[in-house]
């Protein structure tokens, strides 16, 4: 098996984990691994991320939260319309010619910082 072959699949299992942990995976673990790790182009790693989310991906871990009773199907469709019209958008946005991999580096970096810092130190 090819080392590239290996560092993907190893990529899509620590996401897999994550995402049927903590709801997450496409822009938190693939996106950071394939850009720091693997050296891809931010944009080009983003693209990738979305294009291997495009399969039910979620479907058997979300078997196992609405067999525990841990689901609200009425909350997730809503999600999933705004999911699917803030991608788009998100996707056209970041595809601007003046949108550099550089400058979507640092927005990306800011949100995790954020996102990170409100885990941390809000109750």
Do not use: C, W
Not at 12 to 39: E, K, N, R, Y
Not at 46 to 67: D, F
Request: aromatic content about 10%; hydrophobic content about 60%; charged content about 5%.
């Amino acid at each position: 098996m090819s080392n590239l072959l290996v560092q993907l699949l190893l990529i899509g299992l620590a996401a897999g984990v994550a995402g049927g942990m903590f709801g997450i995976g496409g822009g938190a673990i693939m996106v950071p691994a394939m850009v720091l790790l693997m050296g891809l182009d931010q944009k080009f790693a983003t693209g990738t991320s979305i294009a291997a989310q495009i399969l039910p991906i979620g479907l058997l871990g979300a078997a196992v939260y609405h067999r525990s009773g841990n689901i609200n199907f009425k909350y997730a469709v809503i999600i999933a319309v705004g999911l699917l019209v803030g991608n788009l958008f998100g996707a056209m946005f970041a595809n601007q010619p003046f949108i550099t991999s550089e400058t979507m580096k640092k927005l990306y970096g800011i949100f995790l910082l954020a996102i990170g810092f409100r885990y941390l130190l809000v109750r």
